[in-house]
């Protein structure tokens, strides 16, 4: 008789399943408990026609961003807004070490891959921020939805070529400046002619995803949609 049930359910006894977003026991490993649960807004439509952000009715027009200034991006599409719950999640995965809230986060996402998408590519960090944290949160998220939905992913496809500030407090101008010409291409013959799946943690001003959008698209991707856990809604963001 094999050993790994027996020690599975000690273990499960041990250590039960938690709540990602609070730590409760709950009855499976990557599930909410039911607060945790309520608390958190899935998005889907009525959103932008182009860009995704929520709309409070039923239409599918764009929103007065997309209208003023058409981004280059295919759409933004985020499994929720940031809030408590998913804010906690990701401050867990990013800088706790939970990274299987990786697999989490990424299940939330697989229902969002963009239609026809060729390559996932996580948003890359600095060599210096991978040596400190050890790890990108993106590139494990864009690992997980790889085994979920079947599309590959490439971790080293795209590439930082300059560490770059924190991002956090700056506007939307000064974001913008700060990641501008940060990013290069490692494998053009990865993207070329492809539709990209663009994955990151946490979409707040677009400023970061923008940047790794048009080095993309300039190393000829056919199209770059951005996949991510939670969307800033709102003035209250990371």
Same mark, same amino acid.
């Given at each position: 008789?094999?050993?790994?049930?027996?020690?599975?359910? +000690?273990?499960?006894?041990?250590?039960? =399943?938690?709540?990602?977003?609070?730590?409760?026991?709950?009855?499976?490993?990557?599930?909410?408990?039911?607060?945790?649960?309520?608390?958190?807004? !899935?998005?889907?439509?009525?959103?932008?026609?182009?860009?995704?952000?929520?709309?409070?009715?039923?239409?599918?027009?764009?929103? =007065?961003?997309?209208?003023?200034?058409?981004?280059?991006?295919?759409?933004?599409?985020?499994?929720?807004?940031?809030?408590?719950?998913?804010?906690?999640?990701?401050?867990? *995965?990013?800088?706790?070490?939970?990274?299987? !809230?990786?697999?989490?986060?990424?299940?939330?996402?697989?229902? *969002?891959?963009?239609?026809?998408?060729?390559?996932?590519?996580?948003?890359?960090?600095?060599?210096?921020?991978?040596?400190?944290?050890? !790890?990108?949160?993106?590139?494990?998220? %864009?690992?997980?939805?790889?085994?979920?939905?079947?599309?590959?992913?490439?971790?080293? %496809?795209?590439?930082?070529?300059?560490?770059?500030?924190?991002?956090?407090?700056?506007?939307?101008?000064?974001?913008?400046?700060?990641?501008?010409?940060?990013?290069? +291409?490692?494998?053009?013959?990865?993207?070329?002619?492809?539709?990209?799946?663009?994955?990151?943690?946490?979409?707040?001003?677009?400023?970061?995803?923008?940047?790794?959008?048009?080095?993309?698209?300039?190393?000829?991707?056919?199209?770059? %949609?951005?996949?991510?856990?939670?969307?800033?809604?709102?003035?209250?963001?990371?």
């Amino acid at each position: 008789m094999s050993l790994a049930a027996p020690l599975q359910f +000690i273990a499960g006894l041990a250590l039960p =399943p938690r709540c990602p977003g609070c730590g409760a026991v709950t009855g499976e490993d990557h599930r909410f408990c039911a607060t945790c649960w309520g608390a958190l807004r !899935f998005l889907a439509p009525p959103w932008c026609a182009t860009c995704q952000a929520p709309f409070d009715y039923g239409i599918s027009e764009q929103c =007065p961003d997309c209208l003023a200034e058409p981004p280059r991006h295919a759409g933004v599409f985020a499994a929720v807004a940031y809030g408590d719950v998913a804010r906690t999640v990701a401050l867990r *995965l990013k800088y706790g070490g939970r990274i299987a !809230f990786a697999e989490t986060v990424g299940r939330q996402m697989a229902r *969002l891959m963009p239609a026809g998408a060729d390559l996932i590519v996580p948003v890359p960090l600095h060599r210096w921020r991978l040596w400190s944290r050890g !790890f990108n949160q993106a590139a494990l998220i %864009a690992t997980s939805l790889a085994r979920a939905g079947g599309v590959p992913a490439d971790p080293l %496809a795209l590439r930082r070529t300059r560490a770059t500030p924190m991002l956090r407090g700056l506007g939307v101008n000064a974001r913008a400046r700060a990641v501008k010409d940060a990013f290069a +291409i490692s494998r053009p013959e990865r993207v070329r002619g492809k539709a990209i799946a663009l994955v990151d943690d946490i979409y707040t001003s677009g400023a970061t995803t923008d940047a790794c959008t048009a080095t993309l698209l300039a190393a000829g991707a056919r199209s770059v %949609a951005i996949l991510c856990w939670a969307r800033v809604l709102d003035s209250d963001g990371p």
